[in-house]
């Protein structure tokens, strides 16, 4: 980026150069045009290749030659930075032209002179209308009227005597606004000690003053006024007047400026670059270095200079071979990147991305310039960066799971060994494959399946979904599936991926546990059925015996035998449902009108026992796929238990809500007597019951025909405040 700004920076120089609209050049230290632009080859006559073979001398007039000598020799002395003046070149068709000529310096970091920027305005007619001002005198107020230039007389004080009518086009002045006017007053304050100080030099030393000053326009904006200006004296050798000539040479200095601010930039650019900077001479010595160079190397410029360094020094030695390649190709004129390490002061190796740039003055190579970006924390990174990926293909490679990974159009992209090994697979044959187009899906998981996805993309993990898959032979595996998105370096998502395991052999284990509990639960039963049929035919027994001898006085017995029997018959069909499978017949049904049903059958028990019966139902109709006959059997049981936990009366209410829209809850809160914790451990057991004529399987029962519906009923209880029956039943199960 730094090197597109220094290239984008030497563009616009360039530019300015060749568009400008005064004549400019390049020239050698010993007069020779290096660069010309199109109006000083259009002023002189000349092509710039024509110009550039040349020296200046070639065409000056001879006249001139002396004077322009002795102020080119103060300017490479350093007593003065630039110089102005006029002088005489011969057109290339032979006729002489008189030119502004402005001439500056341009010197290296080591203030050597490099070479001169020379400023050319064609002033052919200001002088030849000077010359006839001086050869005619008649002509003289005629000429002063007419001036492009301004022409004004002065006193001793400054004060305007005379200023041509041309002062109007350049200030926005009328003379007589200026005339009898001090020109201090109308100067920048910046710049009246120049003014002054050549003013008392024309005065005191009878010389021609050239100078430049900022004149403030008549709508307040300041203009440059380039003035020559001459002091007139009598016979006597008194002061009668001071002539000055004055042009709007204010974009001369705009481009003057623009140059100079440049020069700047390039300046600033170099010293303050945060890269490391700095320029080698054509034998590798350090000849600048920048801020960043010291802080990052910790060496200081007068350190390299004391004794002269070559970048080699710093180079770590099985790098100075490639050092020394590059550094050749970039003396020869090619730009050069590349990477090299080399050690700071404190021996730290360092790595950095470098860029040689040929310094190119009078198409020779002077040196090089170089750019070296410290890139060790990069390369550390990168490094890191490169580890974690190889672990991370290495978790996926030798996973015992299988992973599926896919990209963000949910496309197969990577298949790990583990995947191919449990479904049969090659990778081969997924790579590429949309996520619809998996064989190894089922059909019944499909929409669940689109739904999880579209979850995964917003960021939300798939975990623990528990389906089928099939293998290449046919074979339904059980597995387990989580899915995740896969974050990118930065920022956003780089796709997704799953993990399936293979929890086949965990069901199976888990099926012959549910045999071996339904085994011991049988156990449990029979032991319970010997306990419990023993007892009332026992009674049976007896009041049989007892019918025997005295049949006639006794009739409430057969009541008795009666009432036993049927607690036997119900001990007997409870215990069916818990032995075997029953025949169950689904249907829709809408579950408001279900609950409705079960409370007009036991509304008259729970108002004979003083129990208010109140629902507060979803506002529209749920409908769920179940077995009617079994659900209504479970409701009936948690509405007596809620009736038969309030002996004296209370309230009771069902509710019936959505949840997550997945499935409906139907809650029974009664206001009993509660139950303990101790108790709510042993809800279920067979036979277990805290009631006096209870057999302990009407929960134990219900939980059994929920669950076959796929539902859960969870019971939450505190003492003597009430209880919570709530069952949940899906809305999509059954079908």
């Not at 200006?229 to 002061?239: H, P």
């Not at 007047?241 to 600033?268: A, G, N, W």
């Not at 206001?671 to 067979?686: D, H, N, T």
């Not at 929920?706 to 079908?735: D, R, Y």
Request: proline share 3%; hydrophobic share 40%.
């Amino acid at each position: 980026m730094v090197k597109n700004e220094c290239v984008e920076q030497e563009s616009l120089f360039w530019q300015a150069f060749h568009y400008a609209p005064i004549g400019m050049a390049l020239i050698s230290l010993d007069g020779k045009a290096l660069k010309v632009n199109p109006i000083a080859c259009s002023l002189l006559g000349y092509t710039e290749d024509e110009l550039r073979s040349m020296y200046i001398n070639d065409y000056t007039h001879p006249e001139d030659l002396e004077l322009n000598m002795i102020v080119k020799q103060e300017v490479l002395a350093g007593i003065r930075d630039s110089y102005s003046l006029e002088k005489r070149f011969f057109h290339k068709d032979g006729h002489v032209i008189s030119v502004s000529l402005t001439i500056s310096l341009v010197r290296d970091g080591k203030y050597r002179p490099l070479f001169f920027i020379s400023q050319l305005q064609d002033i052919s007619k200001q002088k030849k209308t000077e010359e006839n001002l001086l050869e005619i005198k008649k002509q003289y107020q005629l000429i002063t009227e007419n001036s492009v230039d301004i022409i004004v007389k002065y006193d001793s004080s400054i004060r305007v005597v005379y200023i041509s009518p041309s002062c109007f086009e350049i200030t926005g002045y009328k003379p007589n606004e200026l005339k009898g006017k001090c020109v201090l007053d109308f100067c920048h304050p910046d710049d009246i000690n120049e003014i002054l100080g050549n003013h008392l030099k024309m005065v005191n030393l009878s010389d021609i003053r050239r100078f430049s000053f900022r004149f403030k326009h008549k709508n307040g904006h300041y203009i440059w006024l380039e003035t020559t200006a001459k002091a007139i004296f009598d016979d006597n050798n008194d002061l009668v007047e001071v002539l000055s000539f004055s042009r709007d040479v204010t974009e001369r200095k705009k481009y003057e400026l623009q140059i100079k601010e440049s020069e700047e930039r390039y300046k600033s650019l170099f010293i303050n670059h945060p890269d490391v900077t700095f320029s080698l001479d054509l034998e590798g010595k350090y000849t600048s270095i920048n801020q960043a160079f010291q802080d990052t190397m910790g060496y200081t410029m007068e350190e390299l200079s004391a004794n002269p360094t070559s970048f080699r020094k710093l180079i770590i030695k099985n790098n100075i071979i490639k050092g020394d390649y590059h550094f050749n190709q970039a003396i020869k004129g090619n730009v050069q990147r590349f990477q090299l390490m080399a050690t700071n002061k404190k021996n730290n190796a360092l790595i950095f991305d470098v860029t040689y740039i040929p310094m190119v003055v009078d198409e020779q190579v002077v040196g090089v310039y170089g750019i070296a970006r410290n890139i060790t924390s990069k390369k550390k990174v990168q490094k890191e960066l490169k580890l974690a990926r190889e672990r991370l293909d290495s978790f996926i490679d030798h996973n015992v799971d299988p992973i599926l990974i896919f990209d963000n159009d949910d496309r197969v992209i990577r298949v790990n060994t583990t995947f191919e090994q449990v479904f049969g697979w090659r990778a081969g044959e997924l790579l590429g494959l949309k996520l619809d187009k998996l064989p190894y899906k089922i059909k019944e998981d499909q929409l669940e399946v689109a739904d999880k996805v579209k979850q995964i993309k917003k960021g939300i993990p798939w975990e623990g979904h528990e389906t089928k898959r099939l293998r290449k032979d046919g074979t339904l595996l059980n597995v387990l599936i989580s899915g995740f998105h896969l974050q990118k370096e930065k920022r956003g998502f780089d796709g997704w991926a799953v993990i399936i395991r293979d929890i086949t052999e965990k069901k199976q284990a888990e099926e012959l546990f549910v045999r071996s509990e339904k085994l011991s639960i049988a156990g449990q039963l029979a032991a319970g059925i010997a306990h419990e049929i023993r007892n009332p035919m026992t009674a049976i027994k007896g009041f049989i015996q007892l019918i025997k001898s005295d049949l006639p006085d006794k009739p409430e017995y057969f009541d008795i035998i009666t009432s036993e029997i049927g607690r036997i018959e119900l001990i007997l069909s409870e215990l069916l449902i818990l032995a075997k499978p029953q025949t169950i017949t689904i249907s829709m049904i809408e579950i408001h009108s279900l609950i409705n049903e079960v409370i007009t059958l036991l509304n008259m028990e729970a108002l004979l026992n003083n129990v208010e019966i109140k629902t507060l139902y979803h506002e529209k109709e749920i409908y769920i796929h179940c077995e009617i006959n079994q659900i209504k059997q479970v409701c009936i049981n948690f509405i007596k238990n809620a009736i038969e936990s309030m002996p004296k009366g209370g309230t009771l209410t069902i509710q019936i809500m959505l949840k997550d829209s997945t499935g409906v809850l139907i809650r029974f809160i009664d206001e009993g007597y509660g139950i303990s914790a101790s108790v709510l451990e042993k809800l279920g057991q067979p036979f277990y019951t805290t009631k006096e004529k209870g057999t302990g399987l009407g929960y134990m029962v219900s939980k059994k025909i929920i669950e076959n519906h796929k539902g859960t009923i969870t019971v939450t209880s505190k003492l003597n405040k009430g209880s919570v029956f709530e069952i949940f039943l899906p809305l999509n199960e059954m079908q």
